[in-house]
Nanobody, 114 residues
Framework: QVQLVESGGGLVQPGGSLRLSCAAS????????MGWYRQAPGTERELVAS??????NYTESVKGRFTISRDYAKGTVDLQMSSLKPEDTAVYYC?????????WGQGTQVTVSS
């Protein structure tokens, strides 16, 4: 089992920055991929960024603005978000894939508004 706890969401103006953090606990030694999804009201959950074995992937809309990083020893994954846009507003969920099963955090709200 893996437990995930996110932090770092909030309200930011367009063009601003936020850093999301996620800490895994439990059986973290065989976690494969970690990353972030987001879900805006009335939309499906979408993959924002993921990282595995040092290789990161991003959805097209955040490339060049978001950076994912991971501490494999500590079981943490961060998402640095810059040049934020109103369309980035969503609940952001941390996830971890372990032995072909996905685990989810509780979600953290990110609101980009003036």
């Amino acid at each position: 089992q893996v437990q995930l706890v996110e932090s770092g969401g909030g309200l930011v103006q367009p063009g601003g920055s936020l850093r999301l953090s996620c800490a895994a606990s439990g059986s973290i030694s065989v976690i494969n991929t970690m990353g972030w999804y987001r879900q805006a009201p009335g939309t499906e959950r979408e993959l924002v960024a993921s990282i595995n074995s040092g290789s990161a992937n991003y959805t097209e809309s955040v490339k060049g603005r978001f950076t994912i990083s991971r501490d494999y020893a500590k079981g943490t994954v961060d998402l640095q978000m810059s040049s934020l846009k109103p369309e980035d507003t969503a609940v952001y969920y941390c996830y971890a894939e372990r032995l072909l099963r996905n685990y989810w955090g509780q979600g953290t709200q990110v609101t980009v508004s003036s």
